[in-house]
Nanobody, 121 residues
Framework: VQLQASGGGLVQAGDSLRLSCAAS????????IGWFRQAPEKEREFVAA????????KHADSVKGRFTISRDNTKNTVYLQMSSLKPEDTAVYYC???????????????WGQGTLVTVSS
C-alpha cells in the first residue's frame, strides 16, 4: 500500500486549500484514513479521520468548522478541504491508513510522504 499526499502550497490567511491523499493497492475501502500535521519544532498532531465508508468522521477541535474530511472510494482518494486558514495551520500534512477510525498516530500502519501547507499572515 502506498499513500500520496498532494495539494499543499503557500496561501494567505483566510484562504482555502484542498489536500488529496491517493492510495494505491487493494482494499482501500477497508481502511480508515487519517490526516495528521507537524509544524516545525512541534509534535505531530491529529487533524481529521474518516471511516471506511465515509459515514463517520472525526475532526480535531482546532479545525472543526474550518476543515472537512471526505473520501471517494471509487477513486481511492481522501480529501481534506481546508478553509479560513490561519498561520498556525502551517505544517507538513500527512495522510495515513488504519484498520480503525482512530485519532492517535500509533493506530496507523501506512503513511504518505507529506505535503507542506504554508499560511502567511
Amino acid at each position: 500500500v502506498q499513500l500520496q499526499a498532494s495539494g499543499g502550497g503557500l496561501v494567505q490567511a483566510g484562504d482555502s486549500l484542498r489536500l488529496s491523499c491517493a492510495a494505491s493497492g487493494r482494499s482501500f475501502s477497508s481502511y480508515a484514513i487519517g490526516w495528521f500535521r507537524q509544524a516545525p519544532e512541534k509534535e505531530r498532531e491529529f487533524v481529521a479521520a474518516i471511516g471506511r465508508s465515509g459515514t463517520y468522521t472525526k475532526h480535531a477541535d482546532s479545525v472543526k468548522g474550518r476543515f472537512t474530511i471526505s473520501r471517494d472510494n471509487t477513486k481511492n482518494t481522501v480529501y481534506l478541504q481546508m478553509s479560513s486558514l490561519k498561520p498556525e495551520d502551517t505544517a507538513v500534512y500527512y495522510c495515513a491508513m488504519s484498520g480503525f477510525l482512530a485519532i492517535v498516530a500509533e493506530r496507523y500502519d501506512y503513511w504518505g510522504q507529506g505535503t507542506l501547507v504554508t499560511v502567511s499572515s
